[in-house]
């Protein structure tokens, strides 16, 4: 059963790769007057980095209190000197589980701060999949990664504040750092600012562990015409596959946009092992090929859309903390749906079922191997289960 409690009076724009995302965001963070919260798995050292990073510090210097959350493994990369120039400027840094030992693994270790969320003077707020990193992998790629935000304004705000705050003051304890905890919190803004019913969910590891999984399962078992989802990283567990087919066999035209470069290999690979019982049930799968696909959205029967941080994987689902805004208003679904066909028309290339089913067994037993390396890993590391029969019968 669903938890999101959806609200309505809102205004969701949403926006388009880092080409409007980080525009946004640096207006929003030079027009601060109290108080920003920004939250990022990747904070990268580079053109988009410190175009952030000097909004952040003009904030701070003209008395605005700034909070920056990193992640520990996500943003290892930045380097100290980088770090100390915000916090000497006033901008308040904490990193969410530090990594310094990256060969021991650890079952903690997984549990990353995958969100990507923004609140500015607890009026506006940006939420979605992108990072704080340009949006070209290469200096020489042609075609940005492929990734969506959103811009949010009216009663959703509550919501989206009292998580930001909340897992501030977490991590804020944790670091021996309770100065850095207001004591007096801002009013949210949450006045109508349109006609958007829209709802936020987080997933944690303690009361939210399961609630974006279960909206998308919702959502999915009373799908009535059609399914779109793109999903960077696509390892769905037993109810998820069984879900989907279940819908694409009752006559929904179910869709997924996945990655087809190869970021990270072995997940490439398992992936890869779900294709044929999906194609087999009648789902449609594309692959993103004009560059890297970040994106995870989703659209079903044209009027429920999701845009957040959370991917289709255990990972996502099981282990990191993830945000994902589930909007129910049609304008914003075909936005969103038009944008998806798009790629999918002019970018991408249809999996052939016949194609797939004459691969060599060498390549279908890749897969396999690749799929149940992921889940044993996770099944020893204590999450989840075996995954004996866990794709094979539908």
């Known amino acids: 059963m669903s938890k999101a409690t959806y609200v309505g009076g809102n205004a969701i724009r949403l926006l388009h790769n880092g080409r409007e995302y980080f525009p946004a965001l640096e207006r929003a963070i030079d027009s601060a007057q109290y108080e920003i919260h920004l939250e990022t798995y990747i904070f990268a050292d580079d053109l988009t980095g410190r175009t952030i990073s000097s909004a952040l510090i003009r904030a701070a210097q003209r008395g605005v209190s700034v909070h920056l959350l990193m992640d520990g493994f996500g943003s290892y990369k930045l380097s100290n000197s980088f770090i100390q120039s915000m916090l000497d400027a006033g901008v308040k840094i904490l990193i969410y589980r530090r990594e310094v030992f990256f060969f021991r693994l650890r079952r903690h270790r997984l549990r990353r701060m995958h969100r990507k969320l923004a609140v500015i003077d607890a009026r506006i707020a940006f939420a979605g999949g992108i990072n ?45 750092k309770k100065r850095w905890i207001r004591s007096v919190k801002l009013s949210p803004a949450v006045k109508r600012k349109g006609d958007q019913l829209a709802g936020f969910l987080i ?14 399962l919702e959502a999915i078992d009373t799908a009535q015409n059609e399914i779109i989802i793109a999903s960077a990283y696509f390892l769905p567990g037993r109810h998820f596959c069984d879900a989907l087919n279940k819908a ?39 692959e993103y090929a004009q560059g890297f696909l970040h994106a995870k959205v989703a659209v079903i029967d044209r009027y429920w859309a999701t845009v957040g941080s959370s991917n289709i994987d255990p990972f996502s689902l099981m282990l990191a903390r993830e945000a994902n805004v589930v909007i129910k208003d049609r304008d914003f679904a075909d936005q969103l749906r038009s944008s998806l066909m798009r790629a999918v028309a002019k970018q991408s290339l249809l999996v052939a079922r016949t194609s797939w089913q004459s691969r060599s067994w060498f390549y279908h037993a890749v897969n396999w191997l690749s799929y149940y390396i992921i889940y044993y890993a996770q099944s020893i590391l204590g999450y989840g289960h075996k995954p004996a029969k866990h794709h094979i019968a539908v």
Do not use: C, M
């Open 132 to 176: 704080i990193i340009d949006d070209y992998t290469q200096p020489f790629d042609q075609v940005p990664r492929f990734d969506f935000a959103i811009l949010i304004e009216g009663p959703l705000l509550k919501k989206i504040y009292a998580s930001v705050q909340r897992l501030w003051s977490i991590v804020a304890w944790a670091h021996f």
């Open 203 to 216: 997933r944690d590891n303690f009361r939210h562990r399961h609630d974006i999984e279960r909206e998308y």
């Open 248 to 286: 694409a066999r009752r006559g929904v035209k179910v869709k997924l946009l996945l990655q087809g470069k190869v970021e990270y290999r072995l997940q490439h690979y398992a992936t890869h092992a779900l294709y044929g019982k999906l194609l087999d049930a009648g789902i449609r799968i594309y």
